[in-house]
T-cell receptor, first 120, second 107 residues
């Protein structure tokens, strides 16, 4: 298995532009997570999907951020419009969901290699 | 509100030293405590702890969970420069992470 695949690996964009980050979870994994990592705030959970349904988006910082999971093998995180303070490394992770609805899983989460976003 | 708190935030030691990293958690529907190591790229999995008082070991690393105190520790003995990394802990079910402990091991 190729693991969790994220694209692009690096993205540099101008303030005000739309940014779309992509994630392909490990086949068979039911839960998918989007994180943002900065030096100041560490690894923050943005949103969490279970069986393609958003379960908790309380970590999404503003309405400028949106995430979708149209099917079990693909998810996107979109920022529109982007701002310099959005600059960070964005990680996607997946895990098999063994705990039923709500994803009370008892396994590790597997991370993609991340997308380094720079907004200038 | 669910939260995971790690201490210390950063630590500088010399090769051969032993370090103890701390993690405390308040997580709804807690199932397990995970430890990860992050070097330059993505976090890599170290341990999963589900039962209180049972130590897990991997080489020079060991970890234990205390469900009564809602905490866990990660011990690294005889540290090496290759142990330099950010160590993250997470409580499932939502896989919320602490801010991490940045460990630097000097030769």
């Amino acid at each position: 298995d190729a693991g969790v695949i994220q694209s692009p690996r690096h993205e540099v964009t101008e303030m005000g532009q739309e940014v779309t980050l992509r994630c392909k979870p490990i086949s068979g994994h039911n839960s998918l997570f989007w994180y943002r990592q900065t030096m100041m705030r560490g690894l923050e959970l943005l949103i969490y999907f279970n069986n393609n349904v958003p379960i908790d988006d309380s970590g999404m910082p503003e309405d400028r951020f949106s995430a979708k999971m149209p099917n079990a093998s693909f998810s996107t995180l979109k920022i529109q419009p982007s701002e310099p303070r959005d600059s960070a490394v964005y990680f996607c992770a997946s895990s098999p969901n063994l705990g039923g609805q709500g994803g009370a899983s008892n396994t590790e989460a597997f991370f993609g290699q991340g997308t380094r976003l720079t907004v200038v | 509100e669910d939260k995971v708190v790690q201490s210390p935030l950063s630590l500088v030691v010399h090769e051969g030293d032993t370090v103890t990293l701390n993690c405390s958690y308040e997580v709804t529907n807690f199932r397990s405590l995970l430890w990860y190591k992050q070097e330059k790229k993505a976090p890599t999995f170290l341990f999963m702890l589900t039962s209180s008082g049972i130590e897990k070991k991997s080489g020079r690393l060991s970890s234990i969970l205390d469900k009564k105190e809602l905490s866990s520790i990660l011990n690294i003995t005889a540290t090496q420069t290759g142990d330099s990394a950010i160590y993250l802990c997470s409580g499932t079910y939502k896989y919320i992470f602490g801010t991490g402990t940045r460990l630097k091991v000097l030769a």
